[in-house]
Nanobody, 121 residues
Framework: VQLQACGGGLVQAGGSLRLSCEAS????????VAWFRQAPGKEREFVAS????????YYADSVKGRFTISKDNAKNTAYLQMNSLKAEDTAVYYC???????????????WGQGTQVTVSS
């Protein structure tokens, strides 16, 4: 599976962005999708994940209530809607897929190229 992430940009604190992750070359509907992020000098961290059918979601405590992950299997695309953005959300955001529920970076075999999100305070 190849993943293409996009939608990042520069936004003021309190603003919103929607990231997209388009998949090709695989059966998207059979995969879990997750978003991770990596800030400069920090390890890549889990942000959110969604199950195969898009019916169950999981979030890191730091984004719960502000971010929403969704999945459109007909379009082979997953999304991350980010609201009430904070300066500490600044990072490169990556999408990834796995065959089952996973939280660790090492559990994911396919990654998108990353998209930069910068939140100015």
């Amino acid at each position: 599976v190849q993943l293409q992430a996009c939608g990042g940009g520069l936004v003021q604190a309190g603003g919103s962005l929607r990231l997209s992750c388009e998949a090709s070359g695989g059966t998207f509907s059979s995969l879990w999708v997750a978003w991770f992020r990596q800030a400069p000098g920090k390890e890549r961290e889990f942000v959110a994940s969604i199950n195969r059918r898009g019916t169950n979601t999981y979030y890191a405590d730091s984004v719960k209530g502000r971010f929403t992950i969704s999945k459109d299997n007909a379009k082979n695309t997953a999304y991350l809607q980010m609201n009430s953005l904070k300066a500490e959300d600044t990072a490169v955001y990556y999408c990834a897929v796995s065959a089952s529920f996973a939280l660790r970076v090492t559990d994911f075999g396919a990654w998108g190229q990353g998209t930069q999100v910068t939140v100015s305070s």
